[in-house]
Structure formats: structure tokens, C-alpha cells
């Protein structure tokens, strides 16, 4: 890869390392510079850029990120389109990280230009937060790195999430003469509620006394309950293979896998089982809701995951917990972290049609009304919601929409223009989004691709809250907007759309270049429809 000051006479097919001003706005780094572009920098006095030249061996920063992201992945987790040379992976449901820390360490030390970042192994993570994220640092990987990189991963994915997987646990407590019924409640409240943060339940529940016999007896009750799995918490901590809780499980025919753990809080407890049944010794510090040892294994647990008494002693690496304040604890939540945005759609389909006498959404396209293939051809995109506004022959697009997975909402007022299409259409939007894809419904060429590389693009934080596909210079449909501008779309009147705010807005606009013009053809006039009718058929 070649880099650093072109003259712009030399610059067409080069990529911008810095964004450049010209009459007409801002070339923004990453481009890929035309022959237009480089006709309208030197309109502006342009002379020379700074820009990279990727050569026959480097792969091209996306690329090189998507083709990494693909394969690291596991179970419970999915890949995000890559932009800017990043890829994001996200978990599809709660539960535990499972990570390769070794493999991934392996990975980052292949060349500086490849990076790869994954949460902590075994981080409790939420339903579409980030797990994993790869950035190439350049504009692009040696084709070498990159190949010695897929050989580390090879077929075994790097990283998973392991499902909370909905366990009915059972707990055992025990109380001394002296224990009072409040300590009894506080213990049982604790451990409710760590099993319903980790998806479970807490099935049944034992008082006994402090004894072997006692003990015994209440962990076979529960074990032919099916409760899996089973909690002991001891009025008096564990400090013995001999003592109360460890004597007891082997009785009922148990074992004690392990004895203690290099955790602060959590030392003292254990870990054993009951035939393949978990049985953990509970530490007295989980009546507090602070974070301690006793969590992490849970956790595991409650995931499906075998704990060995290896991995235990290996946690004493970031076992001090007592010293960090900072930690929440499972009462307080977890922090802030990066999530998958929530994406609704919505699908203008409307209009007057005024200048095709008939309604062209239901024109056919081979076999198939043009607003079906419109919307089968979003439907795989992963939307959290599809909604399609109806305006002029309601009842027929319902129908050629039958059985899809969308909702409908109509627009009595579609005759005064889009924007009342439009308006209806962000009203309609679940308050759980975080964005809306706004679609035309006479774009059936646009795919679930083109949708995913604008979610990629997409995050306000780095003002890029508008994403709008283009195809060599020219702007086209659909636009992702970030919640934050769903009340100025909604203020739009006439026949204008989103197009109208998009001047007013251009520092959180980001354009994203698409590899075909599905995302500026549309059908608005007979000889369009003539033209799409003719490219969906070949």
C-alpha cells in the first residue's frame, strides 16, 4: 500500500486519508475518489490530497474486517457488516462470554495492522451487546497477514455466548439456634434474585438445621425435584472438606470438586456435585448484593457451562474485588456498554403514483406486485420491526402483502404529499428503536446487504446518526435517521421528504458507497418501470 501526498492529477481511484473541502461540501476520509471527484477538488483549487494506493497484495480494510469477523464467532453470537474497516459482533441472547483468550492473543500478534478485541472472557453479557469487535488500523491488511490470521482461527470460532439456559435451581439453608428469621429472608432474597438475573428460577427451598443429617436430607429432596442447580447456604461458613455442607453432599452421594477460590469476596466457597448436578457451598458474602466469587461461577452454571476445579483456582488473576469500587453489583446493573441498534422499518407506499395513471406498487414484476418483491427483499434484513404506510389502494397492497411479517398503518391525507406519508410512518415507530430505515416501496432492488452495511455505519456518538446509501455521487433510498431527529421529520410538510433536513443536518450525515445502483432505481415513471421490469428479469 502506497501513502501520502498525491497530486490530484494522479489521484482518481485513490483513498482519502484526510477529509477535503470542495464547492460543493466535504469529501470525507475513506472515499474513494472518482473522476468527478477529482474534477470538482481542482474546480476548488485542490492541487493535492493525502491518500493511500492499496496495491495487489493488500485486502481492503472491510473486506479484510468482514472476513475475520465471519469466522471468530460461535454460537450466540452474529457479525455485523463491516464499515470504516471495523466489524462488530453482537450476542443474539444473555448469557456468558466464552472466549479464547489465547488464540486471541495469537491473532493480535500477527502484525500491527489486524486487531481484534473481545469483551473479558466469561463477562455476563445482554441480548445484542457487543461481544467482539476487529478494526484493521490502515486502509488495508497484507494479503500474508491476513491468511496467517484465518489459520490461527482455523474452523473453531474464537468466541461464543452460552445461553442462560432458564435453570430451576434449588436452595438449601441452614440456621443455628441463634440465627434470626431475618437473616433466613435476606439470604433467600438474595439468592432469588441472583437466579432471575440469570434467567432462572428458584424452584424450591429448604430451612434445616445446621447438621450433616439435616442437610443430606434436604439436598436428596431437591435433587428428585430435578432442581439443577443445587445452592447450600451454610449458617456458618465453610472451612473444611469434614465440615456440615461438604460432609453432607458426599453423604447423599456427592463430591467436592473444590474447596475455596482466589476470589475477595467468595473465598470460602465450594464447588462440588450431585451426579451431573452443580452443588455449590454458598459464601456468606452473597447476602450482600455486592459482586463477589460466587457470582462468576454461578453465572457459569446458569449458562450450562462445566466449572472444574482448574477453573477456579485460575481466577485469582483480577480476583480482588474488594478493592474496586467501581464494580456494580447484580442489584445495580451493569454499566453502560455498546449494543446493536434496534432498527425499525418503515415503507412508504402511499403515493398518487400520478405520473403512471396506475398504481405502480402493484405493477407486476414477474409473476410478483413490485411492493411484494419490495418488501421480501427487506424482510431478511433483521429489522426489529417492519411497518408499511398505505395511502391510494390500501386493501390492494394489504393483499399483495399477505402473510409477510409487517404491520400497516394507513394515511387518510397520503393525497397531501409524502411528507404526511412519512410523518405517519416515524409515529408508527416502537419506542424501543433506537433508528428508522425509512424504504420506498418502488425499490424492490434493494437488499437486506444494502440495509446491513447502513447499520453498520450507523452511531450518533460519532455523528453519524443519518446514513444515506450512494452510488457513484449520487445519493439515493433508503435512509437510516437516529431517533434523535424522528421530531424534525415529522415537522416536514408537502411533498418533500427526508431529503429536506438533510442540508440542516449534514455534520451528523454520513454517506455510505454502495457496489450496484439498486439503491438510486426506482419506478416513477412508465419507462423506469419498463427499465426494472427488464433488470429483474435478466
Given at each position: 500500500m502506497?501513502?501520502?501526498?498525491?497530486?490530484l492529477?494522479?489521484?482518481?481511484?485513490?483513498?482519502?486519508?484526510?477529509?477535503?473541502?470542495?464547492?460543493?461540501?466535504?469529501?470525507?476520509k475513506?472515499?474513494?475518489?472518482?473522476?468527478?471527484?477529482?474534477?470538482?477538488?481542482?474546480?476548488?483549487?485542490?492541487?493535492?490530497?493525502?491518500a493511500?494506493r492499496?496495491?495487489?497484495?493488500?485486502?481492503?480494510e472491510d473486506?479484510?474486517a468482514?472476513?475475520?469477523a465471519?469466522?471468530?464467532?460461535?454460537?450466540g453470537?452474529?457479525?455485523?457488516?463491516?464499515f470504516?474497516?471495523?466489524?462488530?459482533?453482537?450476542a443474539?441472547?444473555?448469557?456468558?462470554?466464552?472466549?479464547?483468550?489465547?488464540?486471541?492473543?495469537?491473532?493480535?500478534?500477527?502484525?500491527?495492522?489486524?486487531?481484534?478485541?473481545?469483551?473479558?472472557?466469561?463477562a455476563?453479557v445482554?441480548?445484542?451487546?457487543?461481544?467482539?469487535?476487529?478494526?484493521?488500523?490502515?486502509?488495508?491488511?497484507?494479503r500474508?497477514?491476513?491468511?496467517?490470521a484465518?489459520?490461527v482461527?482455523g474452523?473453531?470460532?474464537?468466541?461464543r455466548?452460552?445461553?442462560?439456559?432458564?435453570?430451576r435451581?434449588?436452595?438449601?439453608?441452614?440456621?443455628l439456634?441463634?440465627?434470626?428469621?431475618?437473616?433466613?429472608?435476606?439470604?433467600?432474597?438474595?439468592i432469588?434474585?441472583?437466579?432471575e438475573?440469570?434467567?432462572?428460577?428458584?424452584?424450591?427451598?429448604?430451612?434445616?438445621?445446621?447438621?450433616?443429617?439435616?442437610?443430606?436430607?434436604?439436598?436428596e429432596?431437591l435433587?428428585?425435584?430435578?432442581?439443577?442447580?443445587?445452592?447450600?447456604?451454610?449458617?456458618?461458613?465453610?472451612?473444611?472438606r469434614?465440615?456440615?455442607?461438604p460432609?453432607?453432599?458426599?453423604?447423599?452421594?456427592?463430591?467436592?470438586i473444590?474447596?475455596g477460590?482466589?476470589?475477595?469476596?467468595?473465598?470460602?466457597?465450594?464447588?462440588?456435585?450431585?451426579?451431573?448436578?452443580?452443588?455449590?457451598?454458598?459464601?456468606?458474602?452473597a447476602?450482600?448484593?455486592?459482586?463477589?466469587?460466587?457470582?462468576?461461577?454461578?453465572?457459569?452454571?446458569?449458562a450450562?457451562?462445566?466449572?472444574?476445579?482448574?477453573?477456579?483456582?485460575?481466577?485469582?488473576?483480577?480476583?480482588?474485588?474488594?478493592?474496586?469500587?467501581?464494580?456494580?453489583?447484580?442489584?445495580?446493573?451493569?454499566?453502560?456498554?455498546?449494543?446493536?441498534?434496534r432498527?425499525?422499518g418503515?415503507?412508504?407506499?402511499?403515493?398518487?403514483s400520478?405520473?403512471?395513471?396506475?398504481?405502480k406498487?402493484l405493477?407486476?414484476?414477474?409473476?410478483?406486485?413490485?411492493?411484494?418483491?419490495?418488501?421480501?427483499?427487506?424482510?431478511?434484513?433483521?429489522?426489529?420491526?417492519?411497518t408499511?404506510?398505505?395511502?391510494?389502494d390500501?386493501?390492494?397492497?394489504?393483499?399483495?402483502?399477505?402473510?409477510?411479517?409487517?404491520?400497516?398503518?394507513h394515511n387518510?391525507?397520503?393525497?397531501?404529499g409524502?411528507a404526511?406519508?412519512?410523518?405517519r410512518?416515524?409515529?408508527?415507530?416502537?419506542?424501543?428503536?433506537?433508528?428508522?430505515?425509512?424504504?420506498?416501496?418502488?425499490m424492490?432492488?434493494?437488499?437486506?446487504?444494502?440495509?446491513?452495511?447502513?447499520v453498520?455505519?450507523?452511531?450518533?456518538?460519532?455523528h453519524?446518526?443519518?446514513?444515506?446509501?450512494?452510488?457513484?455521487?449520487?445519493?439515493?433510498?433508503p435512509?437510516?435517521?437516529?431517533?434523535?431527529h424522528?421530531?424534525?421529520?415529522?415537522?416536514?410538510?408537502?411533498?418533500?421528504g427526508?431529503r429536506?433536513?438533510?442540508?440542516?443536518?449534514?455534520?451528523?450525515?454520513?454517506?455510505?458507497?454502495?457496489?450496484?445502483?439498486?439503491?438510486?432505481?426506482d419506478?416513477?415513471?412508465?419507462?423506469?418501470?419498463?427499465?426494472?421490469r427488464?433488470?429483474?428479469?435478466?
Amino acid at each position: 500500500m502506497e501513502f501520502g501526498k498525491l497530486p490530484l492529477h494522479d489521484a482518481e481511484g485513490a483513498i482519502l486519508a484526510h477529509s477535503v473541502k470542495h464547492g460543493g461540501g466535504v469529501f470525507k476520509k475513506g472515499r474513494v475518489l472518482s473522476a468527478e471527484d477529482v474534477e470538482a477538488l481542482s474546480q476548488a483549487d485542490v492541487t493535492d490530497v493525502f491518500a493511500a494506493r492499496l496495491g495487489n497484495a493488500d485486502v481492503p480494510e472491510d473486506e479484510a474486517a468482514d472476513r475475520i469477523a465471519r469466522v471468530i464467532g460461535g454460537q450466540g453470537t452474529t457479525a455485523q457488516a463491516p464499515f470504516t474497516g471495523r466489524a462488530n459482533l453482537h450476542a443474539m441472547a444473555r448469557g456468558v462470554a466464552i472466549v479464547d483468550a489465547e488464540r486471541v492473543r495469537a491473532v493480535n500478534r500477527i502484525h500491527e495492522s489486524l486487531t481484534l478485541a473481545t469483551v473479558p472472557p466469561f463477562a455476563q453479557v445482554d441480548e445484542r451487546e457487543m461481544v467482539a469487535t476487529v478494526k484493521v488500523i490502515p486502509f488495508a491488511v497484507p494479503r500474508e497477514v491476513l491468511e496467517e490470521a484465518l489459520g490461527v482461527i482455523g474452523d473453531q470460532p474464537l468466541l461464543r455466548v452460552a445461553v442462560f439456559k432458564g435453570k430451576r435451581a434449588g436452595l438449601v439453608i441452614t440456621t443455628l439456634p441463634q440465627t434470626k428469621p431475618s437473616i433466613v429472608a435476606k439470604s433467600e432474597e438474595a439468592i432469588r434474585e441472583r437466579i432471575e438475573a440469570l434467567d432462572g428460577h428458584l424452584a424450591d427451598v429448604r430451612v434445616v438445621g445446621h447438621a450433616i443429617a439435616a442437610v443430606r436430607g434436604a439436598v436428596e429432596e431437591l435433587s428428585a425435584e430435578g432442581c439443577d442447580p443445587l445452592l447450600l447456604f451454610g449458617a456458618s461458613a465453610i472451612v473444611d472438606r469434614g465440615d456440615v455442607i461438604p460432609a453432607a453432599l458426599a453423604e447423599a452421594g456427592g463430591e467436592v470438586i473444590h474447596l475455596g477460590m482466589p476470589v475477595d469476596p467468595g473465598n470460602l466457597m465450594m464447588l462440588g456435585r450431585l451426579g451431573e448436578v452443580p452443588v455449590i457451598g454458598v459464601p456468606s458474602c452473597a447476602r450482600s448484593p455486592k459482586l463477589n466469587g460466587f457470582d462468576w461461577v454461578l453465572a457459569r452454571v446458569m449458562a450450562g457451562e462445566s466449572v472444574s476445579a482448574q477453573d477456579i483456582m485460575d481466577m485469582g488473576a483480577g480476583g480482588l474485588l474488594a478493592e474496586i469500587p467501581t464494580r456494580p453489583s447484580p442489584r445495580e446493573g451493569k454499566p453502560k456498554v455498546q449494543r446493536a441498534p434496534r432498527v425499525a422499518g418503515v415503507v412508504l407506499a402511499a403515493g398518487l403514483s400520478s405520473r403512471m395513471g396506475a398504481n405502480k406498487l402493484l405493477a407486476d414484476i414477474g409473476g410478483v406486485p413490485m411492493i411484494r418483491r419490495t418488501v421480501e427483499a427487506l424482510v431478511p434484513a433483521g429489522l426489529a420491526s417492519l411497518t408499511i404506510v398505505t395511502g391510494r389502494d390500501a386493501d390492494e397492497v394489504e393483499k399483495a402483502l399477505a402473510g409477510l411479517p409487517v404491520t400497516f398503518t394507513h394515511n387518510a391525507r397520503f393525497a397531501s404529499g409524502l411528507a404526511s406519508s412519512l410523518a405517519r410512518g416515524i409515529a408508527s415507530v416502537p419506542d424501543t428503536s433506537d433508528a428508522v430505515l425509512v424504504c420506498l416501496g418502488d425499490m424492490p432492488r434493494v437488499d437486506a446487504q444494502a440495509v446491513a452495511k447502513l447499520v453498520a455505519a450507523f452511531n450518533p456518538a460519532e455523528h453519524r446518526s443519518i446514513c444515506v446509501p450512494v452510488f457513484k455521487g449520487q445519493r439515493g433510498n433508503p435512509v437510516l435517521w437516529g431517533r434523535q431527529h424522528f421530531l424534525a421529520l415529522m415537522m416536514i410538510d408537502g411533498d418533500r421528504g427526508g431529503r429536506a433536513l438533510m442540508d440542516q443536518l449534514h455534520d451528523d450525515l454520513v454517506e455510505i458507497e454502495m457496489p450496484d445502483s439498486a439503491v438510486v432505481t426506482d419506478a416513477d415513471t412508465p419507462e423506469a418501470l419498463a427499465r426494472l421490469r427488464a433488470g429483474l428479469s435478466a
